[in-house]
C-alpha cells in the first residue's frame, strides 16, 4: 500500500511539484533566516570567543554586554593577580575611536590595547605581517574585511599610516578575526600604544582577562575573584552567553528574525497544508474506493501519512540543500562571512517542516476518515 | 411492504434483506431512501435493480455492499449479516468477498491498468509483482491484455470499464455490484460491457447485482428488481419477461 501511496501522491506531476515546492520554499525561507539569526547573534559575542588564551574576563559589575564596558583602575589588575587560584592576569582596552585616513575620510574602528608583554588576545591568523610587528613603534594590526572597509577596492598594503586621536598609526599586519556584530574594523596594538590613540579618560583598561591556575576551572576562579574584588568575573562561556542574552532582549533583532522565521513556516504549512489538503480532496473518489474495496481507516490514515512525510521529507532536503547552496556561495561575502547553516538550524527547521507536513496530513486525513465508502455509489 | 422473493430453487441465496429501511436526515428534512426492502439474490446469474432516479437503486446497493447501514432490516451477505457487523470485521469482509464496478471507474490516474486491476490484491496483501501478474491474466480475460501498460487517460470509456471489471474480479470476489455500469458508455460499448459481464463474471458461486436505468441491457437479467419510491414494486424473471410485449423491458 505505501507503493499505491506513492504512486497517487506522485501521479499528478504539477500538483506533486507545486507540493515540494511549497515546503521547500519554506525550509530555504526559514533554514536561511535562522542561520542569518544564530551567525549574527553569535557575532555578538565573536571578539570573546576570539580571545583565545584567556579564560577569565574581569570587568565593572555593572557591565551588560562586551562593548559596554567602563574603564577600571589600573590596581584592579593587581588585585585579580592575587586572588587564589589565578595563573596570570593581564590588562586589555576594548573600545571605539575614530581614524582619520589619508584622504580625510574618517571611520570607526574597534580598537584593541594588547598587554604589551604577553599580547594576549592578539589574533592568530594573517593575511600580510606578523604579530611580531606589533612591538614595532605606533604599530597596529587591522582585520581583512576592516582593510577593505577603510581602504575600499585597494590592494593589502603594510606600512600605511593613518590617525587616532591625532596620533600616527601605522599598519603593520592584516589578520582575519570573526566577524563583528557591527561592520567596524577591528584594530589591535599595544595596551601603552592604546593610551595615546584613545581620547583621555581616567581609567583606560576596561577588561582583566585571566587564566586559571592549574587544578581550577575557570568558574570556581572567576566566583573567587568576584568574591575578593567585588568586579564580574565571568567564564568565556559565560561572558559569551551574558553578551547574547543582551543583544536578545535589548535589541530588535528577535523579533524581527522571528516574524520572518514565523512568515516561513505560515507560508510553508498554509501552501504545503492547502495543497496537500486540495490533493486529498481531489482524490477522495479513489480513497472512497479504496475504503469499499477493504482498505481499513487506519491504513488510509498511513498512507496519507506516508505521502505526507514523503512530500516533507523531499521539500525539506532541497529547501536544506538550497539553503546550504546560499551559505557556500556567500561565504566569502564580509557581510554573512561566518554565518553558515548549522545542526541547530538544520533541526528546528526539521521540526518545523515535521510540524507542517505533520498539520497538512491530518487535515488532510480527516476528511477522508470520515469519507463514507458509499460516495463511490453517487455520480 | 413485499414478501421476500423466494424461490423454488435450493441454492442458497447469496443475499437477503429483509425489511431494510434507510432514512437521512431527521425532522422535516427526514428523507425515506428505503422502506422495507425485501430481496433474495442468487448467485450463477445477473440481477438487475432498476427503477427511475431516487427510488433508492443506489442506497440499496451501497446497503448490500455494506458501504452504508440500514436504518432498519437485516442484510445477510453470502451468509453473514453485515448490518450487524463491527467495521473491523466488515472492511476485511468486503475486502475479500465483494467486488465493485462504478459508474465513473474510479481508476486511479496514476497507475497503468494492470496495475489498477491488481488493486483489490495489493489491499489483500499481495506483493506487488505477483498481484499485477494475475491482475494481467483477467484483464486479458477481459480482452485489454495489449493495453495492460496503458494509463487511464490513454483509454476509451469502454476500455477503463472493462479495466474496471477486471479490477472487481481480480481477486475473485462472490458477490459483484456494479452501479451504472454502462452509464457513461455508448451504446455498442455497453452492450460489450454486459456481454462481458456475462461472459465472465457470471459463476456459479458468484452473484452479480447491477443497478442500471438502461433498459437497451435489461435483457442480460435473470432476474429484474424493480424499485420505486423506495421499494421493491416488482420482480421479474427471465421466463415472465419472455412472455410480455418488450415495451419497458428490452
Known amino acids: ?379 | 411492504m413485499m414478501e421476500p422473493n423466494t424461490t423454488a430453487t435450493a441454492i442458497e441465496p447469496a443475499v437477503v434483506c429483509r425489511g431494510v429501511s434507510k432514512t437521512f436526515g431527521d425532522g422535516d428534512s427526514k428523507v425515506h431512501a428505503l422502506r422495507g426492502v425485501d430481496i433474495e439474490v442468487l448467485p450463477g446469474a445477473i440481477s438487475l435493480l432498476v427503477g427511475p432516479s431516487g427510488c433508492g437503486k443506489t442506497t440499496l446497493i451501497s446497503i448490500v455492499a455494506g458501504l452504508l447501514d440500514p436504518t432498519d432490516g437485516e442484510v445477510h451477505v453470502l451468509g453473514h449479516r453485515i448490518d450487524a457487523m463491527k467495521s473491523r470485521h466488515l472492511v476485511p469482509f468486503r475486502g475479500e468477498n465483494i467486488g465493485f464496478v462504478f459508474q465513473q471507474y474510479n481508476l486511479l490516474p496514476a497507475l497503468t491498468a494492470a496495475e489498477n486491476a491488481a488493486v483489490p490484491l495489493l489491499v489483500a496483501g499481495w506483493r506487488r509483482g505477483k498481484a499485477v501478474r494475475k491482475a494481467r491474466e483477467v484483464l486479458d480475460a477481459v480482452g485489454l491484455a495489449d493495453r495492460a501498460n496503458a494509463l487511464p487517460s490513454q483509454l476509451s470509456g469502454g476500455q477503463q470499464q472493462r479495466v474496471a471489471i477486471a479490477r472487481a474480479l481480480v481477486h475473485d470476489p462472490r458477490l459483484l455490484v456494479c452501479d451504472e455500469p454502462t452509464a457513461a458508455l455508448d451504446a455498442k460499448s455497453g452492450q460489450n460491457v454486459m456481454e462481458l459481464f456475462s461472459r465472465v463474471a457470471v459463476q456459479n458461486d458468484r452473484a452479480v447485482i447491477i443497478v442500471t436505468h438502461d433498459n437497451r441491457v435489461f435483457h442480460f437479467g435473470e432476474r429484474i428488481f424493480h424499485m420505486s419510491d423506495g421499494r421493491i414494486e416488482r420482480v421479474e424473471g427471465r421466463g415472465e419477461r419472455g412472455a410480455r410485449s418488450g415495451e419497458d423491458i428490452r
Open chain 1, 1 to 379: 500500500m505505501s507503493w499505491l501511496a506513492l504512486k497517487m501522491l506522485t501521479g499528478d506531476r504539477a500538483k506533486f511539484v507545486g507540493l515540494i515546492f511549497g515546503v521547500a520554499f519554506s525550509t530555504l525561507l526559514m533554514a536561511q533566516q535562522v542561520s542569518v539569526f544564530i551567525g549574527i547573534v553569535k557575532r555578538s559575542a565573536s571578539q570573546i570567543y576570539d580571545v583565545r588564551d584567556a579564560d577569565i574576563w574581569v570587568m565593572d559589575n555593572k557591565v551588560r554586554f562586551i562593548d559596554e564596558a567602563p574603564g577600571l583602575p589600573d590596581s584592579d589588575l593587581l588585585r585579580v593577580r592575587g586572588v587564589e587560584g589565578v595563573d596570570w592576569a593581564v590588562k586589555l582596552y576594548k573600545g571605539q575611536v575614530r581614524a582619520r585616513l589619508e584622504d580625510g575620510n574618517f571611520r570607526n574602528v574597534m580598537l584593541h590595547g594588547l598587554d604589551d608583554a604577553s599580547l594576549v588576545g592578539a589574533p592568530v591568523d594573517f593575511v600580510a605581517g606578523s604579530l611580531a610587528d606589533l612591538r614595532r613603534p605606533n604599530a597596529v594590526i587591522v582585520d581583512e574585511n576592516g582593510y577593505h572597509y577603510m581602504w575600499p577596492g585597494e590592494p593589502i598594503q603594510i606600512g600605511r599610516e593613518f590617525e587616532m586621536n591625532d596620533r600616527r598609526a601605522v599598519l603593520v599586519g592584516v589578520c582575519k578575526v570573526s566577524a563583528p556584530f557591527t561592520t567596524l574594523p577591528v584594530l589591535y596594538t599595544r595596551y601603552n600604544e592604546a593610551r595615546h590613540y584613545v581620547p583621555r579618560e581616567r581609567n583606560l583598561m576596561n577588561f582583566v582577562l585571566a587564566k586559571p591556575a592549574e587544578g581550577f576551572t575557570a568558574d570556581q576562579v572567576a566566583e573567587k575573584i568576584e568574591a575578593s574584588t567585588g568586579l564580574m568575573a565571568l567564564s568565556k562561556e559565560g561572558f559569551v552567553v551574558k553578551t547574547i542574552k543582551y543583544f536578545l532582549s535589548s535589541t530588535g533583532i528577535p523579533v524581527n528574525f522571528g516574524i520572518t522565521i514565523s512568515l516561513g513556516f505560515i507560508v510553508g504549512a498554509a501552501v504545503a497544508g492547502q495543497t496537500f489538503y486540495l490533493f486529498t480532496i481531489e482524490n477522495l473518489k479513489q480513497f472512497g474506493s479504496l475504503k469499499a474495496m477493504g482498505v481499513s481507516n487506519l491504513r488510509i490514515a498511513g498512507m496519507i501519512l506516508l505521502q505526507a512525510w514523503f512530500v516533507g521529507l523531499l521539500g525539506y532536503g532541497i529547501g536544506i540543500g538550497l539553503s546550504a547552496l546560499f551559505f557556500e556561495a556567500t561565504a566569502n561575502i564580509p557581510h554573512l562571512a561566518g554565518i553558515f547553516m548549522g545542526w541547530q538550524a538544520m533541526t528546528g527547521v526539521g521540526l518545523a517542516v515535521g510540524m507542517i507536513v505533520a498539520l497538512a496530513g491530518m487535515l488532510s486525513m480527516r476528511r477522508v476518515w470520515v469519507l463514507e465508502p458509499a460516495v463511490v455509489f453517487r455520480g
